[in-house]
Each structure stands twice: as structure tokens, then as C-alpha cells.
């Protein structure tokens, strides 16, 4: 994955890191430890709903999704396609962070549901609840089963760590410190990851963002453009803006950002219904910092280093210019800023998993009715099971040519559906149960053959992020127009007209705060603006 070759100051950096390493392991285990309490409902532990300040829970919902993945796979599309990767932070993250903060956050609030599936329960019934729930349990594992494949990966590289090592190590850590403080304390974990990967990275891209500028004055250096020479629609191109708007933008930036079950459930810790709106809106702040941070590092690493796609991965971008720019101090606390935040990946994905089990699997439909300590036990259970799950699945990933491919499929067979699933429930009350259980299936089955066709050759698109991207639109597309047919041949649902009724009586109680609409509208006027430049 990463290999850190030819570098001067290794040698001292690695004993540096055997120092550096130990010591986050060590402060994570007592942050778990000062986390721990006496948890008198089981909702407390793995959900810990509205219970924190707003500003641990902004700092925990922009780490959940500024972590080492997107540092090592967006550094490496800017190294590859160029500017271009801006495009998932101004197209695929700010507009689906406006539209969760204007209007799913407020409707989840006063629906005062605990998690993701059970908003669809009250949409549609138990029934899409508990597929919802074993849908994103099953992507969970998955996900947690990647991020320790690139810890033990990254550790087996940085610090001569066996891989086995390296996904014990891991997952023994993660699974303490969960077990001690729940979901508190993987929250508190974030925020110190957090902080050391901007103590890591803010350096190198203060670094590159003046490489930039002083070579764009000087010598002329042209960086592209966002919009320019980017065909309409093109299945040839690299890129084309059907499949950055429509794909990108639409369906997988809005399935992530207004579904995903990590973030939402970081958003549900808010105490106040102002917080939690406004939690989306200061992390887009942050998220358009983080660009910089991220893309322009491999703009640089892609002029400075030749052997990038060639004897040398594009993942290797940052690494690289670590290694040119940082003395053996600074490189050992990037390479352990890099390893905290792929940890946390590992932890968020767990904990998750441990909650929509608890929560939406055992308490609603195996065994309900039982006592807290018993679902305490419970969730403590699924916590071992997924650490350890976890260490056995990374191995998956070695069939995959990258991480972020596997990521990507993941995202595009599983979130996509849901996301239509979601948005068409809350657009139309037409939509009956029958008709979204056909709708998903359908559009789960769509992704898989089209990205089949993709793989296979018999469509060949001009990248494999190209080929996910029109896969997602047309998954998003069978799924409505499927889930539209089949609600209208069985009007005779006879949950349809109650169900119906409830859900709009809900839609017309929410509120947005004036100050929400205001943090929104200077958002999107950066937004505007930044593309408008760069475009």
C-alpha cells in the first residue's frame, strides 16, 4: 500500500514512530477508560443520544469523514486527474451537506428516532426496518474489515509491523476501549485523531498551497480547470459532468452524506435541536479546509514525483512528499497521524455496527421486551464479534487492486438504493412498503450488473471511478421507477393510507432555525464562489 523508500531520515524516524505509536495506543485505552460509566439504558452505550456538547459532537462528525482514507485516496485522484478532485468536496459534499442540515436533520429530530432504520420503520414498516438494518450491519463489517487492512498495512510498512500484528494490535485496542466507554469514547478518540492528523498534515499542505501559488507567478504553471474541457456526457472521458453532478454529486454525495449511519449517528449525540442542524453546516466549513489540505499535496506530488503511476502507486502522493519536505520529527508524526485515523476508522465502523445490532436487530425483532442490562450484554457481545470479524474480512481486501475501489463498490451496491429508498418515501406518500422492497432489490441488482459489465469489458468506460459513477445513477433510477410501478399496481396496500397520513402530519411539524439558514447561505456562497474561480 504505502512503502517508504530512499527516504534519508528513515531509519530515525522509525525509532521515533516505535516511540509515537505505543503512546496513541496507550492515550486512546484511557480515553476509553476516563469514558466509562455506569449505563443505566442501553441506548446510552452504543448510541448516546442526546447527551454531548455541540462542539465535541462537530469535531467528531468532521473526523468521522476526515480521516486517513480520504487523505491518501483524494491526495491521490488530485495526483492523478488533477484539479478534478476538488469536484468531491464542492459537488459531492457541500450541496448534500446543505440539503441534510435544511431538511433531513430537522425531520429526524422531530421524529426523535435513534437511528437510521427506524426512520424507515415509520416510513414503511418494521419490515424495511430490519432490512435497512442488516443492509448496513453486513456494510459495516465490511467496512470495519478494510479500514484494519489498512492499518495493518500502513504498520507493517511504517513500523516493520506483521500484518497479523499489526490487525491484532488493532482490533485488541478498538475493542478495549469501546467495551470501556461505548460510543463516548469513540467519540472522544476522533477528536484526539483529529488533532494529530492536522498536527501532521497542515504543514505539507501549507507547504504545497505556497509550491502552488509561488509556481503559478513564476514559472506559469497551468493547474487546470474544474468545469472547462469536461464533456456533458461522455462514457470516454475520465470524467464527464453527467457523472460528477448526477452521480457524484446526487447520489453518492447525498446517500452518504444525508444516510450514512456513522455520521447521522454522530449527529443524534447533539443535546439541543439548533446543534444538531447546524453539526453538518460547521463541518462543510471545515470540509472545504480539509480540501486544501488534501488536493493540493498531490497536485504537487504529481510534478514532483515522476514514478507516481508508474513503479509507484498514486496512493503514495503524501507519503512521498513527506518524506522530501519533513525531517525524521515531523515524518514519524505524520506517518502516526495517518495510523490514528485509519484506527478510528476501524472503531467508528464497530461501534456502529454495535448499535444497529442492539438497537434495530435484537431489541426490535429477536428479543424485545427484555431488560437494559440484558441489551447492555448485548451490544458488549457485538462488539467482539465485529472487532474480531474484522480481523478475519481485511483479508478480503488483498483481491482488490486499491482500497478505495472496494470502498467504492460497497458504497455504490449497498447506499444507493437505500438513498432512493429514503428520498422517494419522503417526496411522494405513495410509495408503499412492497413497492420499496422491489425498488431496492431492483436497484441493488442493476448496480451489480452494470459494474459487472464494467469490470468484464463489455462497457468500457475511461476510468473504473467513471463506471461507479453511472452505476450509481442508474441504480438510483431503477429503484424509483420500480419502487413507483409496484406502489401503483397495489394501491390496495392497506398500510399505505395510515402510514401515509402520519408521515405527512410529521414532515409538517420540523423547523429550521433562522441561524441555520444563515450559517446555509454563507456556505453556499463560498461554494459558488470556489467554482466560479476554479471552473
Known sequence: MLQFIDAPNIRRARAILELLLPGYLIASLLIGWAARRRFLAANSYPNATRSLPSGIVVLSYIAANCGAFE???????????????????????????????????????????????????????????????????????????????????????????????????????????????????????????????????????????????????TNHLELGHLWMGIPTASVRSPFDVLGLTAGLGFVLGFGYWCTDFVLMQRAFTARTELAAQQVPLWSGFAKLFFALL????????????????????????????????????????????????????????????????????????????????????????????????????????????????????????????????????????????RGAFAGFFAGMSASILHLTLSVSGFLRYGTMMSASFHSAIYAFLTTCFVAVCVSVSVQSDRESGNRSALWSKLQSDHRVYRSTWVLATILMVLLLGLNWVLR
Not at 483524494?74 to 492523478?80: I, N, R, T, Y
Not at 484539479?83 to 436533520?105: D, E, K, N, Q, R
Not at 525531517?327 to 465502523?349: F, H, K, Q, R
Open 71 to 217: 487523505v491518501i485516496a483524494l491526495s491521490a485522484v488530485a495526483a492523478q486527474y488533477g484539479v478534478v478532485a476538488f469536484h468531491f468536496y464542492l459537488i459531492g459534499a457541500i450541496p448534500a451537506i446543505l440539503f441534510s442540515a435544511l431538511l433531513f436533520l430537522p425531520l429526524y429530530r422531530t421524529l426523535s428516532i435513534r437511528s437510521m432504520p427506524q426512520l424507515l420503520e415509520i416510513r414503511y414498516g418494521p419490515q424495511m426496518r430490519l432490512l435497512n438494518a442488516c443492509v448496513v450491519a453486513s456494510s459495516l463489517l465490511l467496512l470495519a474489515g478494510v479500514s484494519l487492512f489498512a492499518v495493518a498495512q500502513f504498520l507493517e510498512v511504517a513500523a516493520g509491523w506483521s500484518f497479523v500484528t499489526g490487525a491484532a494490535t488493532t482490533a485488541t485496542v478498538v475493542l478495549a476501549y469501546i467495551l470501556l466507554g461505548g460510543l463516548r469514547a469513540t467519540i472522544y478518540n476522533e477528536i484526539l485523531q483529529l488533532s494529530v492528523v492536522l498536527v501532521g498534515l497542515v504543514p505539507i499542505g501549507f507547504l504545497s498551497v505556497r509550491y502552488l501559488l509561488a509556481n503559478t507567478r
Open 294 to 433: 488534501v488536493v493540493c499535496p498531490g497536485l504537487v506530488a504529481a510534478r514532483l514525483f515522476n514514478q507516481l503511476g508508474t513503479t509507484a502507486r498514486y496512493e503514495q502522493a503524501i507519503p512521498l512528499l513527506m518524506q522530501s519536505s519533513y525531517g525524521p520529527v515531523m515524518l514519524s508524526i505524520g506517518c502516526t497521524a495517518l495510523a490514528a485515523s485509519l484506527l478510528s476508522g476501524v472503531a467508528a465502523n464497530v461501534a456502529a455496527f454495535a448499535s444497529i445490532w442492539t438497537e434495530d436487530i435484537y431489541r426490535t425483532q429477536l428479543r424485545p421486551g427484555r431488560r437494559e442490562e440484558h441489551y447492555l450484554f448485548v451490544s458488549r457481545c457485538a462488539i467482539v464479534f465485529a472487532a474480531t470479524l474484522a480481523v478475519f474480512d481485511s483479508s478480503i481486501t488483498f483481491y482488490f487492486s486499491s482500497i478505495m475501489e472496494q470502498v467504492q463498490l460497497i458504497f455504490t451496491i449497498f447506499g444507493t438504493p437505500l438513498w432512493a429508498i429514503f428520498l422517494i418515501g419522503i417526496v411522494s406518500p405513495r410509495i408503499t412498503t
